[in-house]
């Protein structure tokens, strides 16, 4: 039984046990807190299958983290007082410290770390991985296979991401209202990416995919049930994530190969999800603050609706025209292109599509192979061609193939 | 890069659209001024609404306008991102403003404030 047991609680209470901790010991002291949250893993994993697995496992989690957290306050004092000798008597009184795993110590302390995590001056691929690792408490194998980079490369990631955390003595706490809006605006720039890592990774391992797509909603709902932090942008994003998330079991082939968007059977998309989408997308509607991520779900809300009407693409394309206005991606100015191309004809979508500049990047050649089939085959097939030598996935290639085997 | 303010001028600004009109000429605007932001060249604008509009004189003389009445009234502008006037200048053609007779687009380079012009 514990060997089901012990990975399952590894996931959900060592991220508990390492932000409690976190914040109790300081931002300087997190491969403390981690090593402690592991040694606290190994000893139920030395004891339990001897033992038996205590009555309330979690609670003896916390029993054990706590004892070790004070054994190793214990030390750092000692070492403190006498070792540096530092003996000022009165001037560093050690207090048995108050170790509290209450829920909502944990809850907080999650929320906190979240924002320490998300310093703008910590890279945003350290960021990720940083949260992955002490919020999400994936193993250092796990993040390398959701990342695609190897152990070596991300244990050196993390490594000097401490490193940043530990030199920049950053306080672990929820910023005050004056500056919410700016370490927010971080934050969730870190779990749009952390979403978009599982949502669009290449890896093949999907059920990590859509863990890494849960925990990025995880915390993103984390910050709704805080009442300072429950935003419009913030509840706009969950909203992106719901909708996003609805066709994830429709994605799937039966091979695990990539099903397009337009070749899903919609009624494999999670309809509850999309459900929980349109109330985030409401509650996002107060305030009068614009984000992308409102445009965002906005779009994601459209593209839920399968039917192909006017409407649908009418809107899709002022959204995107919205979107552009604020910020410029190439694949938002592909995506509204190919909307254009549904709203105002292919003839008015090629015109702007020759406008991009985007020269290099297959899925411009691919768009452009899209507007011309039906207009001029011969320059489609040009098109997919060019789009299948730059392509950089074998799953993109196969797509591309697919294409011009039906244009063929 | 460098950037240019494209100014809508309006012969007349008293003509008032329809409501359809009005909306057939907001979807052109938006769908022209996206497809500027998807080349990455759009920079910011707005439209000069008239309510709430004063021209203030000589000797601080306050006026309602005249708006409309003059020719020529400026109803709005975008910055752009170029590399040369002329394909500013090419932007400033895809205007739906321009589908009014008598109305212009002013393309004019933003001083860029450090001595250089």
């Known amino acids: ?70 054994n190793h306050l214990q030390r750092g004092h000692i070492f403190a007082t006498k070792v540096a000798g ?72 993390l490594y000097r991401a401490k490193e940043k955390l530990r030199a920049g003595q950053f306080i672990i706490e929820v910023p005050q209202e004056a500056e919410m809006g700016k370490r927010l605006g971080n934050v969730l720039t870190t779990l749009y990416l952390l979403y978009s890592e599982g949502y669009y990774s290449e890896s ?8 890494l797509c849960g925990e990025a909603m995880r915390l993103t709902y984390l910050l709704i049930g805080n009442g300072s932090t429950n935003l419009p942008p913030v509840n706009a994003l969950l909203s992106l994530m719901c ?51 409102h445009l965002e779900a906005g779009i994601a809300y459209w593209y839920t609706i399968k039917a192909d009407t006017h409407e649908k693409w009418e809107a899709i394309l002022q959204l995107f025209n919205q979107l552009l206005r604020l910020e410029y991606s190439p694949i938002a ?76 | 890069m460098k950037e240019f303010m494209l100014i809508f001028r309006h012969e007349d600004g008293n003509k008032i659209a329809s409501p359809e009109q009005m909306q057939v000429w907001m979807k052109q605007t938006m769908d022209w001024i996206g497809g500027i932001a998807a080349q990455n060249k759009f920079v910011e604008g707005n439209g000069l609404p008239f309510d709430e509009a004063r021209v203030v004189g000589h000797n601080n003389v306050v006026t309602n306008g005249p708006f409309g009445d003059i ?15 002329d394909e500013a200048v090419e932007f400033a053609k895809g205007a739906p403003v321009l589908q009014g007779a008598g109305n212009t687009v002013e393309v004019r380079k933003l001083a860029k404030g450090d001595g250089t012009h």
């Open chain 1, 333 to 408: 100015a592909l995506n509204r292109t190919y909307a254009l191309s549904k709203a105002n004809g292919k003839q008015a979508a090629i015109i702007e599509a020759e406008k991009l500049n985007l020269a290099g990047n297959p899925f411009y050649f691919a768009l452009l192979g899209e507007l011309y089939t039906g207009i001029d085959n011969a320059k489609a097939m040009a098109h997919y061609r060019a789009a299948y030598s730059l392509a950089k996935t074998a799953r993109d290639r196969q797509t591309i193939q697919n294409k011009i085997d039906a244009l063929a």
């Open chain 1, 86 to 157: 530092q003996l000022k008597s009165g001037t560093q009184v050690f207090e048995e410290a108050e170790v509290g795993f209450t829920e909502q110590n944990i809850t907080d302390s999650q929320l906190q770390m979240l924002f320490a995590l998300c310093h703008p001056s910590i890279a945003p691929e350290a960021q990720i991985g940083l949260a992955l690792r002490i919020l999400c408490g994936f193993g250092i194998d796990e993040i390398a296979t959701a990342l695609l980079k190897s152990k070596e490369a991300i244990n050196k990631l």
């Open chain 1, 243 to 293: 909708f996003q998330s609805s066709r994830f079991a429709a994605r799937k082939g039966s091979g695990g190969e990539m099903v397009l968007y337009y070749e899903q059977d919609e009624s494999l998309w999670d309809q509850e999800l999309i459900t929980k989408g349109v109330y985030f997308l409401h509650q996002a509607s107060q305030g009068n603050a614009l984000s992308k991520y």
């Open chain 1, 1 to 70: 039984m514990e060997q089901q047991l012990i990975p399952h609680l590894f996931r959900s209470e060592f991220r508990k046990i390492t932000s409690v901790l976190c914040k109790l010991l300081g931002l300087e002291n997190i491969e403390a807190a981690e090593d402690i949250a592991g040694e606290t893993f190994l000893l139920a994993l030395e004891t339990w299958p001897y033992k038996g697995v205590p009555e309330n496992p979690v609670a003896w989690l916390y029993a054990v983290a706590k004892n070790k957290a004070k």
């Open chain 2, 71 to 85: 020719k020529e009234t400026i109803g709005g502008y975008i910055v752009v991102k170029a590399e040369t006037i």
């Open chain 1, 204 to 211: 093949h391992d999907n059920v990590l995919r859509e863990e």
